[in-house]
């Protein structure tokens, strides 16, 4: 299973969910489950993002008692006050995981919920390999295929989603051979045939 950003989140709780996903990847990581929100400039008036069988997924709900310069600080103020039903249980997932993060990532924290997600493993005795790259110079958008040029990253977009150009590119450049390869092991694949 592979996801990036809210399908991250997705991914890691379906794993956590679904003993039949082997292996995961999640770009720009999650560690807990989040309220969901209907604009993504107000976060207002929002209900769960997941439910399971008709019932909401326990979330984070956006602390909005001051109003928030960005969203990445509201994520942070959020975070910080996480409820503990909402961790994602990512202990509980029956094969690797592989997370790769943005350093400078504007959206929401998470380089550090990649590193929480780490510490949550390790200290579970995790059986499965569990790896986290983040980079330096890359924000929200570094994950993903190669793209040929820095012109991919409009200024507008990075100032949103934090990173430069070519720090996002060279995130994408280095990871994405290493997804493949992870994807390759974890499920015992063979590219040459």
Do not use: Q
């Given at each position: 299973?592979?996801?990036?950003?809210?399908?991250?989140?997705a991914a890691l709780l379906l794993a956590s969910r679904d003993r039949r996903i082997k292996a995961v990847v999640a770009g720009a990581p999650s560690s807990v489950v989040w309220q969901g929100y209907n604009n993504p400039t107000n976060f207002i008036n929002a209900g769960p993002s997941w439910t399971v069988g008709g019932k909401p997924v326990p979330f984070v709900p956006y602390d909005r008692s001051i109003p928030f310069t960005n969203v990445l600080d509201l994520y942070q103020r959020s975070l910080a006050k996480?409820?503990?039903?909402?961790?994602l249980p990512v202990e509980?997932?029956?094969?690797?995981?592989?997370?790769?993060?943005?350093?400078?990532?504007?959206?929401?924290?998470?380089?550090?919920?990649?590193?929480?997600?780490?510490?949550?493993?390790?200290?579970?005795?995790?059986?499965?390999?569990?790896?986290?790259?983040?980079?330096?110079?890359a924000g929200h958008q570094g994950f993903g295929e190669p793209v040929a040029s820095?012109?991919?990253?409009?200024?507008?977009?990075?100032?949103?989603?934090?990173?430069?150009?070519?720090?996002?590119?060279?995130?994408?450049?280095?990871?994405?051979?290493?997804?493949?390869a992870f994807f390759d092991t974890a499920l015992m694949l063979d590219r040459r045939s």
């Open positions: 299973m592979l996801g990036d950003s809210k399908g991250a989140e996480a409820p503990c039903d909402a961790v509980r997932i029956r094969g690797p995981i592989f997370l790769v993060s943005g350093r400078e990532d504007k959206l929401w924290p998470s380089s550090r919920m990649g590193d929480a997600i780490m510490t949550r493993l390790d200290r579970a005795k995790f059986p499965f390999a569990h790896t986290h790259l983040a980079y330096d110079a820095p012109t991919s990253f409009a200024p507008a977009m990075l100032n949103l989603f934090g990173g430069t150009a070519s720090g996002n590119m060279a995130m994408r450049a280095d990871s994405w051979p290493k997804i493949l």
